[in-house]
């Protein structure tokens, strides 16, 4: 079965500043990953996904995400974090069973 | 819009009540799905369904059932609540296997 890690529990960055998240998964074969966020008190909003292709994967918000094969990884990118921003992140992976979720990481932003 | 609704934003409950969480998707999506969210564990399954009235078990089935009767509904079941079943519940909803999630807002649950 399938299964994802996300190595950080909490992160804080300077608004403006640059963001990478980092997500490890394990599978066999190459899944399909997600990244999702949730604002407090909300549910889950797709960030972005990979099914096949191009490995660099654009989503809303201004966010990307590079599948590494080699590296088993799936880490999320921004340039420059907003206040808004501030939220958890989840990583996601579906393998030969239904979706599992990392633990995710909580983004807080500093003015 | 994709929707999918979940009855109660809060419940409180006592220990040993019957309790169900209802989730309503209005999407005609196959499958449906029933997650529990806690501080340092991300989501983890609880049931989910294929189909009316399929359910498969998920990684924590143990004090949950559900019910599937119609496509666009999915109620999770908490047979006699305990106080280790506090949580948030989250539902989801994709139309293929492997494909996006949906989910709703989530329930707050207490059991006191």
């Known amino acids: 079965a399938q299964s994802v890690t996300q190595p950080d529990i909490h992160i804080t960055v300077s608004e403006g500043a640059s963001l990478e998240l980092r997500c490890n998964y394990s599978?066999?074969?190459?899944?399909?990953l997600f990244w999702y966020v949730q604002s407090p008190g909300q549910g889950l909003q797709l960030l972005l996904k990979y099914f096949s292709g191009d490995t660099l994967v654009q989503g809303i918000k201004g966010f990307e995400a590079e599948f590494k094969r080699s590296q088993s990884s799936f880490n999320l990118r921004k340039p420059s974090v907003h206040w808004s921003d501030a939220a958890e992140y989840f990583c996601?992976?579906?393998?030969?069973?239904?979706?599992?979720f990392g633990a995710g990481t909580r983004l807080t932003v500093k003015p | 819009d994709v929707k999918v609704t979940q009855s109660s934003r809060y419940l409180v409950k006592r220990t040993g009540e019957k309790v169900f969480l209802e989730c309503v998707q209005d999407?005609?999506?196959?499958?449906m799905f029933w997650y529990r969210q806690d501080p340092g564990l991300g989501l983890r399954l609880i049931y989910f369904s294929y189909d009316v009235k399929m359910k498969e078990k998920g990684d924590i089935p143990e004090g949950y059932s559900v019910s599937r009767e119609k496509k666009e509904r999915f109620s999770l079941i908490l047979e006699s609540a305990s106080t280790n079943q506090t949580s948030m519940y989250l539902c989801?909803?994709?139309?293929?296997?492997?494909?996006?999630?949906?989910f709703g807002a989530g329930t707050r649950l207490s059991v006191l």
């Open positions: 989801a909803s994709n139309r293929d296997r492997g494909d996006i999630q949906y």
């Open positions: 599978y066999g074969a190459t899944p399909y």
């Open positions: 999407m005609d999506h196959e499958n």
């Open positions: 996601a992976v579906v393998g030969d069973n239904d979706m599992r």
